[in-house]
Nanobody
Framework: QVQLVESGGGLVQPGGSLRLSCAAS????????MGWYRQAPGKQRELVAR???????DYVDSVKGRFTISKDNAKNTVYLQMNSLTPEDTAVYYC?????????????WGQGTQVTVSS
């Protein structure tokens, strides 16, 4: 069983930065794709960024050039560096892990961390 725990959310002014962390209870990054999702009030949950075991990344268009996903395999932790934040980035951010091979594992979600961008 895998537990994912997010941290690093909070209140920040427009133009500011935050770094979110997602710590996994066991080592999974070698065989799981790690992703960050977010859900704003009244909106659907969307994929923000993901990183593969090999280190390949992709981002939703709205955050390209502002957000960076990375991981530290030794610490079993994935990060989301968020720069130039705008009020539209306000949401609950969730960490998710997906097995590379569906038949060999389960997906896991973290509990979420609130990010609020406001003056």
């Amino acid at each position: 069983q895998v537990q994912l725990v997010e941290s690093g959310g909070g209140l920040v002014q427009p133009g500011g930065s935050l770094r979110l962390s997602c710590a996994a209870s066991i080592s999974i990054f070698a065989s799981y794709v790690m992703g960050w999702y977010r859900q704003a009030p009244g909106k659907q949950r969307e994929l923000v960024a993901r990183i593969t075991p090999g280190g390949n990344t992709d981002y939703v268009d709205s955050v390209k050039g502002r957000f960076t996903i990375s991981k530290d395999n030794a610490k079993n932790t994935v990060y989301l560096q968020m720069n130039s934040l705008t009020p539209e980035d306000t949401a609950v951010y969730y960490c998710k892990s997906d097995p590379v091979f569906i038949a060999l594992g389960s997906a896991y979600w973290g509990q979420g961390t609130q990010v609020t961008v406001s003056s």
